[in-house]
């Protein structure tokens, strides 16, 4: 019986070097695109009921390993019935061992669980080198086996990359599993 090797995302990273030399000329491994860090946010919306707050705070902190940040409204929206000062979301930054489980996760599990799923669209990569996505349902992720779904909310998650125009980042990122729509 023989094991057959998967290599993770981190792996595949550090793997992206040989693969795109060729491609973008790439005389040293500096060159290479490498990803610093991930974004992961989500909006509250006109939600005041606080156990609804705890629920996505608690859900959010499962997903990504870390607990994350409240963002505070800026200005007051009268149509979205958001005032200055209030709660509207909550944001993450994941860097480290953290950000490359969480890449591992939505790589493996999460995309291909999520309903309908015919890949991600390219248009989310920036003229910087970051690629921006949306997850429609946080019941993807096996950390929020829910008995009872009642409060789905969406996900919203930027990957901060190093490269310096939009092909070098759509190449990276297909080399490390991304599932892009052709």
Sequence with gaps: MTKTAHK???DKA????KTLKADFGYKNILQAPRITKVIVTTTIGSVKDVKRKELML???TKITGQKPVTTIAKKSIATFKLRAGDASGYKTTLRGEKMWSFLEKVVNIALPRTKDFRGITATG???MGNFS???K???VF???SDETIQDIFSLGATVVTTSKNPAETKAF???LGFLFKK
């Design 133 to 135: 996505f949306g997850i």
């Design 58 to 60: 608690d859900r959010l």
């Design 8 to 10: 993770t995302v981190q």
């Design 14 to 17: 550090k793997d992206a070097f």
């Design 142 to 144: 096996p950390e929020t």
């Design 137 to 139: 349902e946080h019941t």
């Design 173 to 175: 990122l297909d080399m």
């Design 125 to 127: 990569v920036d003229g």
